[in-house]
């Protein structure tokens, strides 16, 4: 079990970037898939990124490849999401996901613990 704290978030101009960061609690930070979801006011949380447990492979969502990159540092038990040339339609709250296991998923019923989400504003 791992808590999960997000941070990072905030207002930013269309184009911008933006570095959110997950800080996790626990000594088996390395064991776990990290992911990323967001939800939009009034839509449906979706996927946005996950990567494995050593950090060699990562998948993103179609609406984000190209422009934002996750990472992770399991020495400091953080995992990144490195968000660039940002739109509106990113708009979300972003929450931090994490599964105990190895292979890489992106339905949020497959994720155990959940941080409490961070704000990304996108202005046009």
């Known amino acids: 079990q791992v808590q999960l704290v997000e941070s990072g978030g905030g207002l930013v101009q269309a184009g911008g970037s933006l570095r959110l960061s997950c800080a996790a609690s626990?000594?088996?930070?390395?064991?776990?898939?990290m992911g990323w979801f967001r939800q939009a006011p009034g839509k449906e949380r979706e996927f946005v990124a996950a990567i494995s447990r050593s950090g060699s492979s990562t998948s993103y969502a179609d609406s984000v490849k190209g422009r934002f990159t996750l990472s992770r540092d399991n020495a400091k038990n953080t995992v990144y999401l490195e968000m660039n040339s940002l739109r509106p339609e990113d708009t979300a709250l972003y929450y931090c996901?994490?599964?105990?296991?190895?292979?890489?998923?992106?339905?949020?019923?497959?994720?155990?613990?959940w941080g409490q989400g961070t704000q990304v504003t996108v202005s046009s």
């Open positions: 626990g000594r088996t930070f390395s064991n776990y898939v």
């Open positions: 996901a994490g599964r105990y296991g190895t292979v890489i998923v992106s339905r949020r019923s497959d994720y155990t613990s």
